[in-house]
């Protein structure tokens, strides 16, 4: 009686020979040589490189000996699950323990000293072993291997004979070890070229990976015949079975990537951040003149602005407006264009948010709504915490920014009213927790996602709060700006107003203004170029320069504004679609998720790539530096791409307000309960639910007919014109770097042709036909 399908792959172990002895005497001369050496080297050997050795061999072993290696003839996907383990897994572990020093010493000593001494002093030897551990050798080899062992009749060769087979395995495992072996650098070695070339080495070489998968993923036949030919096993066809194969080749090779970039790079560029004083210079400043234009002074608007309820009355009307978004997105029909949970929050009122942003100021944040219930809570005097440390950096507002991104396109929020409302329901409660518990606007200042993309874009803000006059603030000794008084707490977010330059972390909450006891603050009207070319030391942040965290954050937003207008065109998304019908395990959010922290991952070694060209070009500044500096020069181009991507969601939507209107006055009318019963009992795609999207946005259908070209007009002008501020912002932090007329040509000229490229993938996609999200269509 044949046995079932799970007991014998379990019984399908077994303890290849050579292999196990292999392992097992590296495992004792390994051990061996550890505790001797790591007496007088307990620094270069740690325990923690043990254990990644020992690992390191397990799973070379397990590759070799676990059902994996029976299973190779009836699923590719099991034979790319080995290969990854020989090559990715297996070889970078054993060079983690930095193994040459412990196995020689683990050797008994007579055989060192008489055998192998005499032949390791030999110049035959040390020529060998640069040409071994050379760069050039591991990763030629090893994409050499991946290429060739993966033509089918090589692999057909290596599935018909057992001694292929494993002069595969070997070659794969050799050449893996001579690719890993600059990456990890393992002690002792003669390695002296930059670590920031480990980055590009890596992403090139996996890059061989990701197209030899992507090949294998797409194809329409069986790539192997002998997999079309023997017995499916777990019912799955030879087509899926490639595809899976395929998809884990692809996302092997952007995992392993990023796991062996991202922990170096974050090494080499998150220095700590230099401390910046919150108190006043001891020496008197010179005095400044008033400013000729201050909006606290305006007769109406500084009024509102200085008045001690001013700003908690602009937060209760943008309160009870979420909570009017909540309670519609919650009960309202489910249909965007109809509900404003849906068209009005994203396509209305987020490009006027970035409208308000670019030409005037932080006025979201201002009157946030998210934050009041905290500051209720505070009024009851409850002990806070400190916000810890270790998380007072902008590296958790980076993540979740692109994690608020990703929801947005998983989740389709646009279409989804109830989603929508359940996240901004998230969004109060996790704003009360926080800024409840701990001191200061913890939540604002290093959690937000709205409220770090409202920092970045208020970099080019016109409007800016400062101080009247420096010579004010330095015979200043009590300092209510940011130590507050027993009227006004100060500033929450510790920014001193006479050191404060620029909006970065600024919410605009006016506690400085009330608790100033010299009105000595002002909103005056400033250059936003002046903020792209200088840094200097900056209040509660230090030099941008410094700051790879935010450097982060800037960039997540440039190429989000890319990525949020990418997939609405139509042949992004026609290629998204056919891809998730081929492969429904694509649409898993899990899945989904890494591969956006993948792809967001590829992004920015491509920067960092151009950054180090940068860098190698200007000689002088340090590589962080230049990541620094220029990923705020690249700012305007990506707020640019976003402004022209708004453009299109208020152009779209706008007509949809007077049918959004009739909505939201039938919701209070006494035939409501009708209604929403009707409307809940229809399907989707009813005719009535296509009838009320295309009311709409019929006007704006025939608008775009007869105006498109407007349109792209406005979208190329907004765009070219951010083009244009990164060029002059990045020839001025150029200018700033280098003294070399040549090197300013060279920098400036590389620095251009970055930026372009940019903007053509901009300029494409506004080119393309794009679905209008949220409108029904």
């Not at 976003?642 to 939507?653: D, T």
């Not at 709409?696 to 407007?710: D, E, P, Q, V």
Request: hydrophobic share 55%; net charge positive; with cysteine.
């Amino acid at each position: 009686m044949p046995q079932p399908l799970p007991e014998a792959i379990a019984h399908s172990w077994i303890i290849p020979l050579w292999p196990t002895l292999g392992t097992l005497t590296a495992g004792i001369v390994y051990l061996r040589g550890w505790q001797f050496a790591r007496v007088t080297r307990p620094r270069e050997l740690p325990i923690w490189r043990a254990l990644c050795f020992f690992t390191g061999l397990l799973t070379l072993w397990l590759a070799l000996a676990s059902p994996l290696d029976a299973l190779d003839p009836f699923l590719l996907v099991a034979h790319m699950t080995q290969h990854l383990l020989l090559m990715s897994i297996a070889p970078p572990l054993l060079l983690l323990g930095n193994p040459l020093v412990p196995l020689l010493r683990g050797l008994p000593r007579s055989l060192v000293r008489d055998e192998l001494a005499p032949w390791m002093s030999s110049r035959a030897l040390r020529w060998l072993q640069k040409l071994l551990t050379s760069p050039a050798l591991g990763w030629i080899s090893m994409d050499l291997a991946v290429v060739l062992w993966h033509l089918p009749a090589a692999y057909e060769l290596g599935l018909r004979s057992n001694f292929w087979h494993q002069m595969e395995h070997a070659c794969f495992f050799f050449t893996s070890l001579a690719f890993w072996w600059y990456v990890v650098r393992p002690w002792p070695n003669r390695i002296r070229s930059s670590r920031w070339l480990i980055i590009p080495y890596v992403a090139l070489a996996h890059m061989v990976l990701f197209f030899v998968g992507l090949v294998i993923a797409l194809s329409k036949r069986v790539v192997y015949p002998s997999y079309a030919e023997v017995p499916r096993l777990f019912g799955i066809s030879a087509l899926t079975d490639q595809a899976l194969a395929g998809g884990e080749m692809i996302l092997a090779g952007l995992v392993v990537t990023v796991v062996a970039v991202v922990p170096i790079m974050l090494q080499l560029l998150s220095d700590q951040p230099q401390s910046v004083q919150t108190t006043a210079p001891a020496a008197a400043s010179v005095g400044t003149p008033a400013p000729a234009f201050d909006l606290l002074h305006a007769p109406a608007a500084g009024t509102l602005l200085r008045s001690r309820f001013g700003r908690r009355a602009l937060q209760f009307i943008s309160f009870a407006a979420i909570s009017g978004i909540i309670f519609d997105g919650l009960y309202g029909v489910q249909v965007g264009p109809l509900n404003s949970a849906g068209a009005l929050l994203w396509n209305i009122l987020r490009p006027l948010n970035l409208i308000l942003l670019l030409f005037v100021a932080n006025v979201f944040c201002m009157a946030c709504p998210f934050v009041l219930p905290s500051e209720l809570v505070r009024r009851f005097g409850i002990p806070q915490l400190r916000w810890p440390e270790r998380l007072s950096t902008k590296w958790p507002a980076a993540v979740l920014m692109l994690l608020f991104f990703w929801a947005y396109e998983q989740f389709a929020l646009w279409s989804s009213p109830r989603d929508t409302a359940l996240l901004l329901i998230s969004y109060v409660v996790a704003a009360s927790v926080i800024n409840s518990v701990f001191r200061g606007a913890s939540f604002c200042k290093y959690i937000c996602p709205v409220g770090q993309f409202n920092f970045i874009a208020s970099l080019l803000a016109p409007l800016e709060l400062g101080v009247r006059s420096r010579h004010i603030c330095s015979s200043c000794s009590t300092h209510d700006c940011v130590r507050g008084n027993a009227v006004q707490h100060g500033c929450e977010l510790k920014l001193y107003l006479p050191n404060k330059v620029g909006n970065l972390d600024c919410t605009l909450c006016m506690d400085c203004v009330k608790a100033c006891p010299q009105d000595n603050v002002s909103i005056t009207l400033q250059s936003p170029l002046r903020e792209l070319a200088r840094d200097p030391v900056r209040s509660s942040l230090g030099r941008i320069s410094v700051r790879a965290d935010l450097a982060a954050l800037v960039l997540v937003v440039v190429f989000s504004s890319i990525a949020n207008a990418a997939v609405m065109v139509a042949p992004v998304a026609r290629f998204l679609t056919s891809f998730r019908h081929q492969h429904p395990w694509a649409e898993a959010p899990l899945l989904s998720l890494l591969a956006t922290g993948l792809f967001s991952a590829i992004l920015l070694l491509l920067y960092v790539a151009v950054a180090w060209l940068l860098k190698s070009l200007a000689a002088s500044p340090s590589l962080r530096a230049v990541f620094c500096r220029f990923s705020i020069a690249l700012l305007p181009l990506g707020l640019s791409i976003w402004l022209g991507h708004l453009a299109f969601h208020l152009a779209s939507s706008w007509s949809s307000i007077p049918a959004l209107l009739q909505h939201l006055s039938a919701q209070f009318s006494p035939a409501r309960a009708t209604v929403m019963q009707r409307a809940a009992s229809m399907p989707h795609n009813s005719m009535p639910h296509k009838l009320m999207a295309a009311t709409s946005s019929s006007m704006f259908t025939t608008l775009l007919g007869a105006n498109r070209l407007n349109l792209f007009d406005l979208q190329v002008w907004i765009v070219n014109l951010g083009l244009f501020v990164s060029w002059y912002a990045g020839r001025q932090v150029i200018r700033q770097m280098v003294n070399s007329g040549r090197r300013i040509w060279s920098m400036s000229a590389l620095w251009a042709v970055s930026s372009t490229a940019l903007y053509a993938v901009a300029v494409w996609i506004f080119t393309q036909p794009m679905y209008m999200r949220g409108m029904g269509m």
